[in-house]
Structures are given as C-alpha cells and as structure tokens.
C-alpha cells in the first residue's frame, strides 16, 4: 500500500505545478486576444480542468459503473463550489465583488435545473446527451459573442482597468502556448494518477463505487479547479477564480455527462434524487450573495462552505 500513497502525492504535485501553468497562461493569452479574461477562464481554464471527469467518466461508462461516473460529476460541482471556493478564501479574500458573473452563473443555475429535470427521467440516455449539448453549444455561442463584443468595442487597445494583476503583457506567444499545453496536459495526467490510486486505497478498505464517486473520485477530479482557484486567488485575480469554478460546473453537467450518455446509457441512483443532486444545486444557489450582492469571498465565508463540505461528506460516508 506504499506505492499508491506515493503515487497519489505525485499526482497532487502535478496538479498544483499545472494549475499554476494553466492560469499564467490563460490570463496572458486574455492580454493577446484582447479577451477579458473571465471568458478565458470560462472556456480554455475551465475546459482544461474538467478534462479529468470527462476522461474518468467515458471509463466508468465503459467499465459497467455508471454510479461512479454521474456521482463524479455531482460530487464535483458540490466540490466546486463548497471546497474549490472555500480553500482559496482561508488563504485570501477573493475580491468577487469586482466580478461580473451574474449571466454566466444564470447559465448555470439554468445548466443545473435541466440536468436535474432529466435526471428524473431515470436514465440518461442519447436522447438527453443531446439535449445537455445542445445547451452547451448555446452557451458556448454566446461566450464567443460576448469576446467578439469586447474586441469590437475595445478595437484592438488593451482596458488597463480590466488587466490581470501579475499578467505579463511582453509575454512571447510561445511560452503562452508553453504554460497552456502544460497546464492542459497535467492536469489529467495528476488527476488520473491521484484518482487511480486513491481508489485503490479506498476500494482496500471496502469503500463503495457509488461513495466513491460522490466522494474519492469528485474531490480528485475537482483538484484540478482547486490548483487553478488557489493559484489565482493568491494572484489576486478572483475572475479567474469564480469563471473557472462556474464554467467548471456548467461543463460537468452539460458536455461531460452529455458526451457520456453518447457512450453508453447511464442510470440514475434513486438516492441522488432524494439527496445529492438537491445539495448541488442548494451549493450552487449559495453564490448569489457573490454574484448579485457583490459581497467578497472572506475568510469567514471560507471556514463557512469548507466546513459545509465537511458536513456533506460525513452525511455521505455515514
């Protein structure tokens, strides 16, 4: 049981050096295109780091346990939001009262309802995976049309008022690509050796596939957006921070489990629509003091979600 340990913390290191790659050059790729980098991180940051539950539940699919693929991407949002926003607070006020993330969080509020709705159809089937990227595709259109506005409207001249602390404007075209293909690159690659071997570990000790999946597997792929939120909360750039978390959840619910269900069909849990898809989306509807009140994430509120997750996670195993 040494060797899984070991190779967990590998993963973990990986994952933390990625999401710092990732960040650095999603925000200095933003300064090129002259694209505000809340649509970055709702597109290239966020894509990149749910690459880890895409990958792990077209497997789960494949390998006959669907438990373990929709509980990744439930238990993940959860994640997201309770422990993914909550860490970064306990290390620095995150400054969400700067952001303007009331539409995108809209879509997801939207994103969630729709996926619970199908969700009560007991199956997701093609039929729904259809349906799922349908919405995406809207959604995705509208994020490029919102980056086409703002060129437009900047023609080309950079919003000093809208620049990234710590972005580095001189920063050559390929060492952005650099930090992006790294950061895209090891962020499935840590997140697939710290899930592999936590589940051994945990499959040792008698741990269910569905609890697995609501809790080993969600948190491991949600490290990804842990790295990458910590890194940009400690840069000071929260934008980056709630885009990631909030296109994060939006692309869990309708590209991974959409492209999923194209896979195979993947039955739904009579608990999750008792208890696990109502926590995600009660997690979810705990953003609006930050989206519409425009109050900070404080350390306060960071003891408060982290602590929420705490609780989640002791209901479950229990």
């Not at 933390?16 to 090129?32: E, F, I, Q, T, W």
């Not at 620049?163 to 997140?191: N, R, T, Y």
């Amino acid at each position: 049981m040494v060797m899984p340990w070991l190779l967990s913390g590998l993963g973990l290191l990986i994952l933390l050096l990625a999401g710092d790659a990732l960040v650095k050059g999603a925000v200095n790729l933003s300064l090129r295109l002259g694209v505000p980098a809340l649509i970055v991180s709702l597109t290239i940051v966020a894509f990149g780091t749910s690459a880890p539950e895409l990958l792990i539940s077209i497997k789960a699919i494949l390998d006959d346990a669907p438990g373990i693929a929709l509980g990744n991407v439930v238990g993940s949002n959860t994640a997201n939001i309770l422990l993914v926003l909550g860490i970064p607070a306990l290390l620095a006020t995150m400054h969400t009262s700067e952001c303007r993330t009331r539409k995108t969080y809209n879509f997801m509020i939207a994103a969630s309802i729709l996926f619970i709705a199908l969700a009560f159809r007991g199956v997701f089937d093609w039929l729904a995976g259809l349906v799922l990227l349908g919405g995406l595709a809207y959604v995705l259109a509208d994020a490029f049309r919102d980056a086409k506005a703002h060129r437009n409207a900047c023609k080309g001249e950079p919003d000093e008022d809208e620049e990234p602390e710590g972005a580095d404007p001189d920063m050559p075209g390929w060492q952005i690509v650099v930090f992006l293909v790294l950061g895209l690159i090891g962020l499935p690659v840590g997140a697939g050796l710290l899930v592999d071997n936590a589940t051994v570990i945990a499959q040792a000790y008698g741990v269910s596939d569905t609890v697995i999946g609501l809790t080993l597997v969600a948190i491991g792929t949600s490290l990804p957006e842990l790295a990458t939120t910590v890194m940009a909360a400690l840069r000071r750039q929260a934008d980056v921070a709630l885009g990631n978390v909030i296109g994060s959840n939006m692309f869990n619910l309708l590209a991974i489990i959409g492209i999923a269900s194209l896979v195979g069909p993947i039955s739904v849990d009579p608990e999750f629509l008792r208890f696990d898809l109502w926590v995600m989306l009660g997690a979810s509807l705990l953003l609006i003091p930050f989206v519409y009140l425009k109050m900070d994430i404080t350390r306060l509120w960071g003891i408060a979600l982290s602590a929420l997750y705490a609780l989640y996670l002791i209901v479950v195993l229990i």
